[in-house]
C-alpha cells in the first residue's frame, strides 16, 4: 500500500520560513518523480515544484527564488523548504508522487 504522509505545516508571519517534508512508503520511492501542489478553499490545485528522480527541478514561477524542492532517497522523503514567505503563499500543501496524494498539511502566512 502507497501512502505519503506530509509534515511542517504551520502558521507562520511574513517573511519567515518553513520546511515541508513527504514521507512515502510501499513504493521504491527513488524511481519516482515528487511534486509539491497547494490548493486555496475551492481554487484549482496548481503544482508548485516538482523534482524528477534524477533531480532536476521546475518550480512555479511565483515562488522561483524563494522555494526549494529536494529529496533523499535514503529517507523516501521529499521536502519543500519555503522562505520569504508571503501571504498568498497561504493553502493546504499536498505531496503527491506515482499517482498518489498525501493528506494535505495546511500553510498559513499571517502577520
Known amino acids: 500500500q502507497v501512502q505519503l504522509v506530509e509534515s511542517g505545516g504551520g502558521l507562520v508571519q511574513p517573511g519567515e520560513s518553513l520546511r515541508l517534508s513527504c514521507a512515502a512508503s510501499?513504493?521504491?520511492?527513488?524511481?519516482?518523480?515528487m511534486a509539491w501542489y497547494r490548493q486555496v478553499s475551492e481554487k484549482q490545485r496548481e503544482l508548485v515544484a516538482h523534482?524528477?528522480?534524477?533531480?532536476?527541478?521546475i518550480y512555479l514561477e511565483s515562488v522561483k527564488g524563494r522555494f526549494t524542492i529536494s529529496r533523499d532517497n535514503a529517507k523516501n522523503t521529499v521536502y519543500l523548504q519555503m522562505n520569504s514567505l508571503k501571504p498568498e503563499d497561504t493553502a493546504v500543501y499536498y505531496c503527491?508522487?506515482?499517482?498518489?496524494w498525501g493528506q494535505g498539511t495546511q500553510v498559513t502566512v499571517s502577520s
Open positions: 503527491n508522487g506515482a499517482s498518489v
Open positions: 510501499g513504493i521504491i520511492f527513488s524511481i519516482y518523480a
Open positions: 523534482i524528477s528522480s534524477g533531480g532536476s527541478t
